[in-house]
């Protein structure tokens, strides 16, 4: 796949570097990744959707299970975020997604949300370093897709990418393969408990981390990914300041993956302590 038109692709847009809305002046929102209250969105999807945006959250990026719905579906749920004051900026897709079928689907749904960013959660089982090459190349040729749409792809990391693979990380290789509109969407959770510094790896992208996942992650029987926001060894002083001078975040997304609280409230206590901490 790695053929002359998308090394072309790349070349021409690897220098463009977009700038955040902090770099712009403007205060950048926080979301909720929809994950985050799974359960209560599958019982009562408008119930939860308004429940997130009493609480205080500007943005929702949904997850694989909205490939299910219809374009009419996807109408109801784009006027219901309108109504509630909720903005859908990106998704999160299998990989089996950015294929040229999966490809146009995807697209036509998050065209009709109202999200530009359609990220690959996960690459599915990769062997080798030319395997996360490929990964590279399907993500390269599906930003030239949807670069006329004014959309663009990304990449949503966990722990695996963070592993040496024949000596190379790929998420070494993500990066230095595709062009600089492909997202380098960081989940910061992962990232710190693969041992990664995602301060530096924010400095080390400027422009490519669009948005960030705050999850946050502490070792410890018990503890893993049951913190709250806040209360892990994510360094998130120097991480805001990185994503706001550096990495052109245009928009934060807590996430929690698990709680000793029920969803709604967990999503609330990770709010406050949020704006606690952003004060």
């Given amino acids: 796949m790695r053929d002359a038109w998308s090394r072309r692709c790349f070349l021409a847009f690897s220098a463009a570097i977009?700038?955040?809305?902090?770099?712009?002046?403007?205060?950048?929102?926080?979301?909720l990744e929809l994950y985050s209250v799974?359960?209560?969105?599958?019982?009562?999807?408008?119930?939860?959707?308004?429940?997130?945006?009493?609480?205080?959250?500007?943005?929702?990026?949904?997850y694989a299970p909205y490939l299910d719905w219809t374009p009419d579906r996807a109408k109801q749920v784009r006027r219901?975020?309108?109504?509630?004051?909720?903005?859908?900026?990106?998704t999160h897709n299998n990989a089996s997604v950015f294929t040229k079928t999966g490809l146009g689907k995807a697209t036509d749904l998050n065209r009709i949300l109202g999200a530009k960013y359609l990220v690959m959660a996960s690459a599915g089982s990769v062997v080798g370093i030319d395997g996360w090459r490929e990964v590279a190349d399907l993500l390269t040729v599906s930003a030239e897709i949807l670069r006329p749409l004014g959309m663009a792809t990304g990449y949503h990391n966990h722990q695996a990418e963070w592993a040496q693979v024949e000596g190379q990380r790929p998420m070494d290789v993500l990066a230095a393969n595709t062009p600089r509109d492909v997202v380098l969407q960081l989940d910061v959770?992962?990232?710190?408990?693969?041992?990664?510094?995602?301060?530096?790896?924010?400095?080390?992208?400027?422009?490519?981390?669009?948005?960030?996942?705050?999850?946050?992650?502490?070792?410890?029987?018990?503890?893993?990914?049951?913190?709250?926001?806040?209360?892990?060894i994510s360094p998130w002083r120097r991480i805001f300041a990185a994503a706001e001078s550096t990495g052109g975040v245009e928009y934060y997304l807590i996430e929690q993956e698990d709680s000793p609280f029920p969803e709604i409230e967990t999503a609330q206590r990770c709010l406050d302590a949020w704006k606690k901490r952003r004060a």
């Fill in 18 to 31: 977009p700038v955040g809305l902090a770099a712009a002046g403007k205060p950048v929102p926080v979301g």
């Fill in 38 to 62: 799974r359960n209560a969105l599958a019982k009562d999807l408008e119930g939860t959707l308004r429940a997130v945006a009493r609480m205080g959250y500007e943005v929702v990026e949904f």
């Fill in 80 to 90: 219901l975020l309108d109504d509630i004051k909720l903005r859908c900026r990106s």
């Fill in 189 to 232: 959770g992962t990232a710190m408990e693969a041992g990664a510094d995602p301060v530096r790896w924010i400095e080390s992208h400027p422009g490519r981390i669009r948005s960030i996942h705050c999850k946050d992650w502490a070792p410890g029987q018990g503890k893993g990914y049951r913190v709250l926001f806040g209360e892990g």
